[in-house]
Nanobody
Framework: QVHLVESGGGSVQAGGSLTLSCAAS????????MGWFRQAPGKEREGVAI???????TYADSVKGRFTISQENAKNTLSLQMNSLKVEDSALYYC?????????????????WGQGTQVTVSS
């Protein structure tokens, strides 16, 4: 099992930047597909970005070119650098893990979740 704790959320004006962090503990993080998801009020949880066991990354079309997912500290820390933020990026952002290789940006295959960190972008 892996335990995930997010941090770094907050309020920012449109066009600004934020960096989210996720501390992973427990099982060996190198054996997990890791990702960031978000959920806005009244909407389904959606995949934002994932990083696979080989380091390859996948992004949602809505964030390509603006967000960057990365791993540090022997994969114990997962980060999401968010630039050029838009009002529609406002949501509760979750860190998630799935044992083994990634299976796309769908939330269903991910079995481990953090508690979430709020990101609010104002115009």
């Amino acid at each position: 099992q892996v335990h995930l704790v997010e941090s770094g959320g907050g309020s920012v004006q449109a066009g600004g930047s934020l960096t989210l962090s996720c501390a992973a503990s427990g099982d060996t993080p190198s054996t997990y597909c890791m990702g960031w998801f978000r959920q806005a009020p009244g909407k389904e949880r959606e995949g934002v970005a994932i990083v696979d066991l080989d380091g390859s990354t996948t992004y949602a079309d809505s964030v390509k070119g603006r967000f960057t997912i990365s791993q540090e500290n022997a994969k114990n820390t997962l980060s999401l650098q968010m630039n050029s933020l838009k009002v529609e990026d406002s949501a509760l952002y979750y860190c998630a893990a799935r044992w083994g290789v990634c299976a796309g940006l769908r939330a269903g295959p991910f079995g481990y979740w953090g508690q979430g960190t709020q990101v609010t972008v104002s115009s």
